[in-house]
């Protein structure tokens, strides 16, 4: 079975800093790995995937991830923290052609003035 | 950039009522969709996933009885929360997921039920 470990639950970064957010997965076959945003009382928005080629995937926002075959890992970074990044970050593992997505429990990102 | 609407955003019903939520993909189709639902500070669970013209596959757990999907066109399937009770409340997210290669699947806004 697929399953997704975000390991920190709570994540507190100063403005300006930069960020780190870890994400484990447990796949049987070539994952494709998604890392969403979510601002309280409202849906996912996509900031970034990993389907095949390139282990660093850029994304929207100043995002960027790597994808580590090795270490089962897509960690999700960004070298300077927005206020307004503040809002929490699901990793996410699925199938190609978009089966079924699983889900971590999720990191929320706290950015400090 | 694919757009996903839910309706309503939020509701609240009282205890024993239906309720029907939609899900629009705005400008493009969807031949599958999925709904989630989200307890307050956790993640998504996958309850289902809602394939045109066909009957929804529902994950262990969920009860279909209890949990109508109908997906009777392209842009659109419904959810309908039968005989709600207060722990029914929850947030309630569908994604849509595109016909084509590279398959996209867009995340609508979300809808809370809250049911008293």
């Known amino acids: 079975a697929q399953s997704v470990t975000q390991p920190d639950i709570h994540i507190t970064v100063s403005e300006g800093a930069s960020l780190e957010l870890r994400c484990n997965y447990s796949y049987g076959a070539t994952p494709y790995l998604f890392w969403y945003v979510q601002s309280p009382g409202q849906g996912l928005q996509l900031l970034l995937k990993?389907?095949?080629?390139?282990?660093l995937v850029q994304g929207i926002k100043g995002f960027e991830a790597e994808f580590k075959r090795s270490q089962s890992s897509f960690n999700l970074r960004k070298p300077s923290v927005h206020w307004s990044d503040a809002a929490e970050y699901f990793c996410a593992v699925g199938a190609e052609g978009y089966s079924t997505l699983t889900f971590g429990k999720g990191t929320m990102l706290l950015v400090s003035p | 950039g694919a757009v996903v609407s839910q309706h309503p955003s939020w509701v609240i019903c009282k205890s024993g009522t239906s309720v029907k939520i939609e899900c629009r993909s705005l400008d493009f189709q969807a031949t599958t969709m999925f709904w989630y639902r989200q307890f307050p500070k956790q993640s998504l669970m996958l309850m289902a996933t809602?394939?045109?013209?066909?009957?929804?596959?529902?994950e262990q757990g969920v009860e279909k009885d209890k949990f109508l999907i109908n997906h009777a066109s392209l842009t659109l399937s419904t959810l309908t929360v039968t005989s709600a009770h207060p722990e029914d409340s929850s947030f309630y997210i569908c994604?849509?997921?595109?016909?084509?290669?590279?398959?996209?699947?867009?995340f609508g806004p979300g809808t809370r039920l809250t049911v008293t």
């Open positions: 994604s849509a997921r595109t016909t084509v290669r590279p398959y996209e699947q867009y």
């Open positions: 990993y389907f095949s080629g390139d282990t």
């Open positions: 809602s394939n045109e013209g066909s009957k929804a596959t529902y």
